[in-house]
């Protein structure tokens, strides 16, 4: 199966996996048109959300092909052909491998490096780590100043890392905000593009 196909695989479950439940014709459908009405709200539309789907699944491919461990240890990101990953490898020599990897997708225009590296290829309190990106996500989602759905959320040791675009720097501050705010965060690092921004068109 092609990495396309692989990808439009995956997008379209999404889609569909919240209309199951309902088991029937016509809540799948719903199901389904919401999830590609999602889609389409976000800034970079459908077809963006469809090619960033597709750049996921041929990273995570490739990842999977060099290492289980690695596969398993990073978090990924995509954003408009902008890559972020995150999370914890072993050595030096992983955390290069990913980075290259990354870049062999079709369709990259940035791979931005957050990994870190520990002997034990694991974070320090995953359940603390996944605790907090919850947290956030459920601020963003009831602050109706913040487009939540034009973000992306990742915690690794306690720093969050934000990715996405921001309507302006007003929405961009007040993201920022929430982040310092959720108990247990020492770091945020901001990988937000505005909706201004250049680069989005490049």
Same mark, same amino acid.
Request: charged share 20%.
């Given at each position: ?7 439009? &695989?995956? *997008?379209?479950?999404?889609?569909? *996996? #919240? ?5 029937? !014709? !016509?809540?799948? &459908?719903?199901? /389904?048109?919401?999830?590609? &009405? ?8 459908? =077809? ?8 996921? %699944?041929?990273?995570?491919?490739? $990842? *999977? ?20 990953? =995150? ?15 990354? $870049?062999?997708? !079709? ?11 520990? /002997? ?10 996944? $605790?907090? =990106?919850?947290? +956030? ?41 929430? %982040?310092?705010? @959720?108990?247990?965060?020492?770091? @945020?690092?901001?990988?937000? +593009?505005?909706?201004?921004? #250049?680069?989005?068109?490049?």
């Amino acid at each position: 199966m092609s990495d396309t196909r692989i990808s439009l &695989a995956v *997008l379209s479950l999404a889609f569909l *996996l #919240p209309a199951l439940s309902a088991c029937t !014709t !016509t809540s799948v &459908a719903v199901g /389904a048109g919401a999830g590609a &009405a999602v889609a389409a709200s976000q800034e970079r539309g459908l =077809t963006g959300t469809l090619t960033d789907t597709r750049i996921r %699944a041929a990273i995570n491919i490739l $990842w *999977l092909k060099q290492s289980s461990d690695m596969y398993q240890g990073l978090g990924l990101a995509v954003y408009e052909g902008r890559v972020l990953v =995150t999370g914890v490898v072993r050595s030096e020599e992983q955390r290069a491998d990913a980075v290259r990897l990354a $870049w062999r997708a !079709t369709g990259v225009n940035e791979v931005i490096n957050e990994i870190a590296i520990d /002997a034990s290829g694991r974070t320090k309190d995953y359940a603390r780590d996944t $605790w907090i =990106t919850a947290q +956030l996500k459920t601020k963003f989602l009831f602050d109706k100043a913040v487009t939540a759905i034009n973000y992306s959320v990742d915690t690794v040791n306690y720093t969050v890392y934000l990715f996405g675009v921001a309507q302006d720097k007003a929405e961009l501050e007040r993201v920022i905000n929430h %982040a310092r705010n @959720v108990k247990f965060v020492r770091r @945020v690092v901001n990988h937000v +593009l505005l909706k201004s921004d #250049p680069r989005r068109k490049g």
